[in-house]
């Protein structure tokens, strides 16, 4: 089983609907973040938790909402999604020494 | 912006070395060199990290110039599974907050 599960892997909605992306891991660690990846770029970071009461904006955080219910889970939503949020999407966890992420295998968002 | 220069993408020989370069001119005395990778739209994976030592694991080995300003990631004998997006990074380790990655080196292993 994976350390870090993202659902679900692929996903296309419509224009206006709101949409969560969910993200789990079983490594225990502490730090959780989201990315986005368009084609042909590197990632990007939308949202970063690194405690169950904390939650930090990243670089393009703008039409996006998470919520970490609890140490192990991190949820990214599109409260009304747009095309240019289609997207590949990943998790990642770090411990507390912060030595190295540890990465979903992404979920891939289609806003038609 | 960017901390880190890559080239855009690379070939290597099957079985040969493969020698990615990383120019970091600005990293500061706290700031580790990381090197992660992505096949095909898979998550990245980590590779390896080094402050100022060359460092060297099961899978890659890390050289990192005497004053810290460029890293050379090196494959031993690059194989097809190899060809992925290679990505240098510096960030404060066990401090540091995000991970931020540029666009990385394509590098394709040619058979």
């Known amino acids: 089983d994976a350390d870090v599960t993202q659902t679900p892997r692929n996903r296309i909605t419509k224009t206006g609907k709101r949409i969560m992306l969910e993200c789990s891991q079983t490594?225990?660690?502490?730090?959780m973040y989201w990315y986005r990846q368009d084609p042909g770029l590197g990632l990007r970071l939308i949202y970063y938790?690194?405690?169950?009461?904390?939650?930090n904006k990243g670089e393009i955080s703008d039409g996006y909402s998470v919520s970490r219910q609890a140490q192990a889970k991190f949820s990214l939503s599109l409260e009304s999604a747009i095309p240019n949020q289609t997207a590949l999407y990943f998790c990642?966890?770090?411990?507390?020494?912060?030595?190295?992420?540890?990465f979903g295998q992404g979920t891939r968002l289609t806003v038609v | 912006d960017a901390k880190t220069t890559q080239p855009p993408s690379m070939d290597c020989a099957e079985g040969r070395a493969a020698n990615l370069p990383c120019n970091h001119s600005t990293i500061s005395g706290n700031e580790y060199v990381y090197w992660y990778r992505q096949i095909h739209s898979q998550g990245p994976q980590y590779i390896i990290h080094g402050l100022k030592n060359n460092e060297t694991n099961e899978m890659a080995s890390l050289i990192i110039t005497e004053d810290r300003k460029s890293s050379t990631l090196i494959l031993p004998h690059a194989t097809l599974r190899d060809t992925a997006v290679y990505y240098c990074?510096?960030?404060?380790?066990?401090?540091?907050?995000?991970?931020?990655f540029g666009t990385g080196t394509s590098l394709t292993v040619i058979p």
């Open positions: 990642a966890t770090s411990d507390s020494m912060n030595t190295e992420a540890f």
């Open positions: 490594k225990g660690h502490d730090r």
């Open positions: 990074i510096v960030r404060v380790a066990y401090t540091g907050n995000q991970f931020y």
């Open positions: 938790s690194f405690d169950v009461k904390d939650i």
